[in-house]
């Protein structure tokens, strides 16, 4: 498969929700920007060396393996009369390409770094946004000493405990390396990461990526939820920031491309100055709809968690009846053709992915959808930062 139809066919042009199209931006990540200044005053880990990731216990997901990837992604379709469909999921063993994920802040461990254990939150984040892309590349997904929620929260309180991001990009880019020397071989990549797991990506493709041989290898970058300044664009650029090599995708047979975003519902958009708005002077954030990369309103092709259940805390509204009558559903995932669309919203004040609903007109399948996520932070209802669902 051409790298150019990998793009088409994996989210870019299709877009997701929460796995390539509304993963929201993760509110909790903020504080992942103001980690240096609590690395000055705490202990750093940074010194720990890098676990051998020739061990494959420490990836969630390789290719081959009855693992975290291999999970029923099974999905009912369901149509605006509330009819539904069974689609059943395939991964593909043969793929072109591989993808590469670096999963986001959900570690509940009460260090301010996480161990190296696979838990409950590392793999059902993993399943929701990252599972599905093995319909069209072979998954990678390393373990990595992630800075944890607890530390963000004290963080948030005033009273940060000892955590070090160096900790966890050193182990991000020591997977990538075990990837690059053991897996490859010479074959074309896409980079995932969601909040925390954007930063990390983000810091590999400037030291790593960017301006050097192996950009030639890079089909995509999809960077969500991004941290202020992890992913800005000045006007009339091509290129996010830090990135000076690698262009903001803006067309479905674009490649070796950027896209990113922050999600947020059309009817209640973030407020001007928000931190997901702080970038460096002169800059706004990136937003480019996967869904229509050239810009304009597009549906996306959603695929939703059937239980409604969260990437993070437990949602008071579980769990959701998605047809009227109720149907019942037996499918871990559900599609929901034309019930939401999106566009990107750039303005004086804000920059954002605007994420529209499209209720059916005879209420026979359900109107909303979960994952909204308020924190005194965001100073917004923020859409998608828990909602768990991936899409290709």
């Not at 999921?89 to 999963?103: K, L, M």
């Not at 892309?133 to 530390?151: D, E, K, L, N, S």
């Not at 490859?184 to 810091?203: D, P």
Request: proline residues 9%; negative net charge.
């Amino acid at each position: 498969m051409a790298w150019g139809s990998f793009i088409g066919a994996a989210g870019m042009r299709r877009a997701s929700y929460n796995g390539a199209a509304l993963l929201g931006a993760l509110s909790l990540s903020i504080a992942i920007w103001c980690a240096s200044e609590a690395r000055a005053a705490s202990p750093s880990g940074a010194t720990a060396t890098p676990q051998d990731y020739a061990d494959p216990a420490h990836w969630l997901c390789r290719p081959g393996r009855a693992d975290t990837c291999a999970a029923n992604l099974d999905a009912t379709i369901i149509a605006e009369d509330g009819s539904t469909t069974r689609e059943t999921f395939h991964a593909d063993p043969d793929a072109a390409v591989d993808c590469f994920y670096v999963y986001p802040t959900v570690s509940q461990e009460p260090a301010g770094n996480a161990d190296f254990a696979i838990d409950r939150d590392l793999t059902f984040v993993t399943v929701q946004q990252f599972a599905r892309f093995g319909a069209r590349c072979r998954p990678f997904a390393p373990v990595y000493r992630q800075i944890t929620v607890p530390a963000l929260l004290s963080m948030f309180a005033g009273k940060p405990m000892p955590m070090d991001p160096d900790l966890a990009y050193g182990d991000v880019l020591a997977a990538w390396r075990s990837y690059l020397a053991n897996d490859n071989h010479g074959r074309g990549f896409v980079l995932i990461g969601h909040s925390q797991g954007t930063t990390v990506l983000a810091r590999l493709i400037r030291e790593e990526i960017d301006g050097k041989p192996i950009q030639a290898q890079l089909v995509s970058a999809l960077l969500f939820g991004s941290p202020p300044g992890d992913l800005a664009v000045k006007a009339g650029d091509a290129s996010a920031k830090p990135f000076p090599h690698i262009p903001v995708c803006r067309a479905n047979a674009d490649i070796g491309c950027v896209v990113g975003y922050s999600s947020f519902r059309a009817e209640v958009p973030p407020a001007p100055g928000i931190a997901f708005q702080m970038t460096p002077k002169g800059t706004r954030p990136v937003c480019a709809n996967p869904a229509a990369l050239a810009g304009g309103s597009a549906a996306l092709d959603a695929y939703l968690s059937t239980s409604g259940a969260a990437i993070g805390p437990p949602s008071p509204n579980l769990p959701v009846v998605w047809t009227n009558p109720p149907a019942s559903i037996d499918t871990p995932f559900v599609k929901v053709p034309g019930l939401l669309s999106a566009s990107c919203v750039e303005n004086d004040q804000v920059t954002y992915l605007a994420v529209t609903r499209n209720p059916s007109p005879s209420g026979h399948r359900i109107g909303d959808i979960t994952g909204d996520l308020f924190l005194p932070t965001a100073r917004s209802i923020q859409i998608g930062a828990y909602t768990s669902s991936t899409s290709i």
